[in-house]
Nanobody, 124 residues
């Protein structure tokens, strides 16, 4: 069982930056690929970014490429999402997810564990 707790959300002006963190507890964190998803009001949850268990590969939604960076520190059981050049359309609840497999994935069904989410609000 893996427990995920997100932090770092908040209110920021357009063009600003935030770094989200996801703390994972449970055995063998390094055996899990990790992902970030988001859900805006009235919309379905969507893929944002993912990283394999060795950080060998990363994957990003087209809407965040060049602005967001996913990273992980297996020694600290942490995953991060650095978000730069934020836009009002990035406003959403951001969720951290874990997948008990070595490679990253881009769909919700491929992830086994989820955090409770952290709110990110970008004002124009």
């Amino acid at each position: 069982q893996v427990r995920l707790v997100e932090s770092g959300g908040g209110l920021v002006q357009a063009g600003g930056s935030l770094r989200l963190s996801c703390a994972a507890s449970g055995p063998t964190f390094s055996n899990y690929a990790m992902g970030w998803f988001r859900q805006a009001p009235g919309k379905e949850r969507e893929f944002v970014a993912a990283i394999s268990w060795t950080s060998g590969t990363t994957n990003y939604a087209d809407s965040v490429k060049g602005r967001f960076t996913i990273s992980r520190d297996n020694a600290k059981n942490m995953v991060y999402l650095q978000m730069n050049s934020l836009k009002p359309e990035d406003t959403a609840v951001y969720y951290c997810a874990a997948r008990n497999y070595y490679s990253d994935a881009t769909t919700e069904l491929e992830y086994d564990y989820w955090g409770q989410g952290t709110q990110v609000t970008v004002s124009s």
